[in-house]
């Protein structure tokens, strides 16, 4: 069971980056799959998650409108767009899989290694 993410990358404020996860090892329509970013000196944040039927989704008031979670089941990938950024999104952004969608981390056992954006002029 991997999960890989991906996309990361130093843009502009008000640009955009699309982030991707990857699965490999497991069938990922399966499962819940959320965005987590870290920012330097703060707690890791749920940013988005997404259900196994699609039919909910989840953001953290922060990116609402900005930022959208979906999927590809035949590609086995679960995509994060990102547009509109700003300063405050540069964090390492992760994705995982579980069972539920919730903000707590300690809920999701599998992790991708996590993939750097850097939102600067």
């Known amino acids: 069971v991997q999960l890989q993410a991906s996309g990361g990358g130093l843009v502009q404020p008000g640009g955009s980056l699309r982030l991707s996860c990857a699965a490999s090892?497991?069938?990922?329509?399966?499962?819940?799959i959320a965005w987590f970013r870290q920012a330097p000196g703060k707690e890791r944040e749920g940013v988005s998650c997404?259900?196994?039927?699609?039919?909910?989704?989840y953001y953290v008031d922060s990116v609402k409108g900005r930022f959208t979670i979906s999927r590809d089941n035949a590609k086995n990938t679960v995509y994060l767009q990102m547009n509109s950024l700003e300063p405050e999104d540069t964090a390492v952004y992760y994705c995982?899989?579980?069972?539920?969608?919730?903000?707590?981390?300690?809920?999701?056992?599998?992790w991708g290694q996590g993939t750097l954006v850097t939102v600067s002029s």
């Open positions: 997404i259900s196994q039927n699609d039919f909910k989704l």
């Open positions: 090892g497991f069938t990922l329509h399966n499962y819940v």
């Open positions: 995982a899989s579980g069972l539920y969608c919730t903000g707590y981390g300690g809920n999701f056992p599998s």
